[in-house]
């Protein structure tokens, strides 16, 4: 059977990577989480100091640029796929709230996007692949054959976060992830480079309804019909 490429994009939260993991797991494509690459510049970011209040100091991250090596790497044990940086699993680290609330500001800078952009690519040459973001589907894979445009409502998407933050033991209001997504939601949208935006030939999903399994055979479906 034909490799394709299969970008999906959308708002935070809204069960792109559940979607993503679970089609790649079915089909038998590597996963690539990119939100997971920008998280991890945000935390080197943090971890170096380079944030002045909300934003990040562009001159010093540019000269460090380069010094910032992400992968990823399959654990045996939980049979997930998990981040490293420079070496270090970080895995757990980049899916905080202190993370979350600077990665828009990092997501926004050119030079980082196109660094990003550029192992995105790399990963994704010998297709077989599918990989979940914002701007998949539009600057990354521009040609990918499947692109899965998702959505659901801000109170859902809100819901299913604090869900997830608070079973990681982390304490957070529900009107503090809302504001948190918006946020994110707003900078990524409107941002000069790689915005979040609906490919012209992306298949809209909007899940807010839909179980899980409902949502995996809409999306089979989809791949089905494109590979033959
Ligand atoms: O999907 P996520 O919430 O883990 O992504 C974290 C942030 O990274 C999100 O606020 C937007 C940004 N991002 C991006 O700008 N481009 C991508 N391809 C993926 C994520």
Redesign the pocket.
Known sequence: MKKITIAVDGY??CG?STMAKDLAQKVKYNYI????M??AVTLYALRNNLFESDYPNETVLKKQIDQIHIDFRHNETNGKSETYLNGENVEKEIRSMEVADK??PI?AIGFVREALVKQQQEMGKNKGIVMD????GTVVFPDAELKIFVTARPEIRAQRRLAELTAKGENHTFEEVLKNLTK?DFI?ATRKD?PLRQAGDAVVINNSDLTIEEQNAIILKLFKEKTG
């Open positions: 935070s939260s792109k989480d990119s939100g997971a920008y998280r990665v828009s997501a973001g914002r701007d998949i994110r990524d790689g």
